[in-house]
């Protein structure tokens, strides 16, 4: 056998030689391996192995005394420097500190958000398989929507292989619960098939899930309904009173979560709905939502594909006319902004989760500079200990690993700031996001986060004063010629304009969202929706709508009331491609939002007619025959001189009377649709969605709904009071807008108080540093004015310079922003000048401060400075 | 004057004891004889490290071997401290304990 074969285990051999010390090892691990040897030979390699191996035991306890030993001491010494040079300079180590802190807390936050926002969902068991089937083609859904046909998913399921299980959902209208004294409206309910619970993680408190939905009127709530009526009751059982019917409460289930994007308080059988009202259960009824299961593994596609075959099959008239189905994952439905007209809770937007995430990075960049800035600029200070360091015979290495270890120091009490400042800002974050966030500290994922955090400002931070500082010779810098050299300076400036660039940026965005968020609030929707009150048509007073209406008339404070089938401001519309007109090509169709309003409607919204007239009282054939379009209808169906030619909706024949100019009945991110309106004859038909609207007098506002609750309460004792202003409805269409604007106004001044905390930093030490020229150019004659600009000069430069790189970035970005509007603003170039000469001017006020605190001193004072 | 600690003293005398010939194993199976007890090659080197490093013997390098993986054995000799240091011991030594032959234990 060839003798070089036999080794020493390697691993071993590997320790050995790091825990012997280096001025031995050569002839040790000669020794060791002559020793393995001859072990070999002696006792086989299987004790040879084993002794080698005892060695580290033997040699460890010198090492942990000598070498860990001499280690720590030096930490000690270490960390010692460190704590006399952040208590000397007070004002730097603070500035570090408050950034650091400050850039540290918003990152957090904003992972705490984002982790949130990818959390959607994830909870239920099943959430790989699970799919929600999405209805894409039609002119108008813009991306596609959730709705489809009752019958789909039993067909699916029979004749598609690869389905474990379907569950379909649909919202229920707005309903009143009684249980003993306790009335209440309840607006998040759902129906569903019982197999929800076999499909999505929702756990039972009380009752059973097999048999929750055995009689049509069964329900199921959660936990926080079920206090809200029977206290400290069990409902289970128990029997409560939806609309005046009886329904047995089966089952108590968890609140839901909040990222979850189903969200409901009660939850009733599929054949609930169609005990209340005839709900539309054909192929031709996109009215529900459809969740499968799948096998692990399935091809989608060709699953959605199947689905679309099937749903044809069955003459499914929307399919005839090219509408597709496919299926999105469970998971990604929250951030699937695109989506859905239809949904339970806030839809969220993968655009903003990456772009908050950028933001993050980005400020927490800020506040690195900040430390770097500071660290370059003070290493004058620093230059002699390093000098004196390497002449003890310090190495490079350690001077470095000196250098991380501080910044890692400082980092790590940043962190302890931020966390108390996370714990501090969490409930104003969730009063803007809207979200119940919090601190988690034993959550697994959020401390690596943060583990991540630290290391990585510690590395990033601290790495141009290692490797800066740690190259000083010593020589020079302890004979005192050492002066703060030319690359450090420009390397000082690079860093001061990445940093603006970065907040200019922020500017300018914050600026545009601001701008794009007033124009949507405020741009003409083309009517009025100052001093309208809208209130639900429950059931007696659909019926007695004409009593109702006369008698809130008879207050002076009210001046009109009307009344329509369903809100037009609300994310779903009642739509139909089922129209005929004069003059329609073969086969031509046009999918038309209609609804039922009666004559008070058009006047009360001052709504403009550009043609023909409102409905009359003087035409009798108005109430069953007559239609208004708008005019974005005239333009889809080709029509020229519309008033007065045919036209019909299913069975309905009748003629166009008028044209309405076309106005934003819906939210500003979509285009106004082709819009008919007929007249509705008999309220008691609108009890499921309609409302209400009343016109009252701006200035005796309480005066109006006092008399409005009264006369409700008389019509309709059964259901509570309730009301809402038009125009707040408008508003809260750009909810989520207004959200993402706060959070980013919020940043954006975080991101700037970062950047002139440094710059203050910056700005007092090289004034300090200069004190001497001051002071000789104020003995020569210079005035104040003149030193306050000559120091002020050089950091506005800068921040101009930031200017010529934040522009183009930020009109990238925003432009991109604004295209998810279907109405938006031009990005003006004042917008840029604004926020140039805004940064510009905080950062010469930060500077100025500094400058002005120079060229007032003494120049006997600085002079005499040394 | 600083003292050795005692496994680096029995070390330095194995050295001088073994002359030309010590290298790691030697002064080991040395050590051994001295002390009656079982010492690991890997705890010899703590002490001869230090020893090394505080200049108290030097090292030379020997011919390669195969046994070594192609190492040089590695001698080492004591150096003009070493020996000084062995001599301050003998002293401290001789004084203190001088008149240990009249030790012995008392009953009372």
Redesign the interface.
Known sequence: MN??KI?PPRIAARI?EFI??K??R??????????F??KEQEHGLFKAHLYYW??????????I??TILWSFIMFKNYLKTTFRNTTRHKGYSFINLAGLAIGMACTLLILIWVKDELSYDRFHENCKDIYRIMSYGTKYMIEGTDGTPAPLAPAVKEEVPGIVNYARFSDVPKLVFKYGDKVFYETRGLIADPSIFDIFSFPFVKGDPKTAFTEPLDIVITEKMANKYFGSEDPVGKTMEIEGRPAAVKGVIEDIPHNSHIQFDFLSSYEFIQELTNYGMSWGSFNFITYLQLEANRDIQEIGKNITAVAAKNNCPQVKDGVQFRLQPLAEIHLDSRAAYRNYSDIGDRKYVYVFSIIAFFILLIACVNFMNLSTARSTTRAKEVGMRKTVGASRRQLIMQFFGESLFLTLMACVFSLILVIVLLPAFNQITGKQLKLDLIDVQLVIGLIIIVLLTAVTAGSYPAIYLSSFRPVKVLKGVFKSEGKSQIFRRILVVTQFTVSISLLIGTSVAYNQLCFLRHSKLGFNTENIVYVPIKENIGKRYDALKSELLNDSNILSVAAQYYLFAEEGSFRSTGYDWEGREDGQQVDIVLNLVDYEFIPMLDLELVEGRNFSKEYSTDVTQAYILNEEAIKEMGIQNPVGKRFSYGKRKGTIIGVLKNAHFRSLHVKIEPHVFFFMNDVSEATQYGVVLIKINGDKTGEALAKIQGVWEKFNPISPFEYRFLDQKYDSLYRKEKRIGTILNAFTLFAIVISCLGLFGLASFLTEQRTNEIGIRKVLGASESGIVFLLSKQFTKWVLIANIFAWPAAYFVMNEWLKSFAYRINIGIWVFVFSGILAAGIALITVSYQALKAARANPIDSLRYE | MKLLSRIEEIILLSIWRLGDRA???AIREEVIKATGKK????????????L??NGYVL?LKGEP?????G????YYRLSREGIKALRDIQRVNSLIWNGIEELEFKEE
């Open positions: 003798r070089n080794k050995l012997i010390q001025d031995i050569y002839g040790a691990m000669g020794d060791l391996e002559e020793q040897y001859w005892r060695q580290i035991g033997g040699a460890l306890p010198y090492f005394k000598n | 290298y790691g194993i010492w690991l090659l890997g705890s010899i080197y703590g002490p001869l490290g230090r090394h490093k090292a071997t195969p046994e070594r993986g190492r040089s054995k590695v």
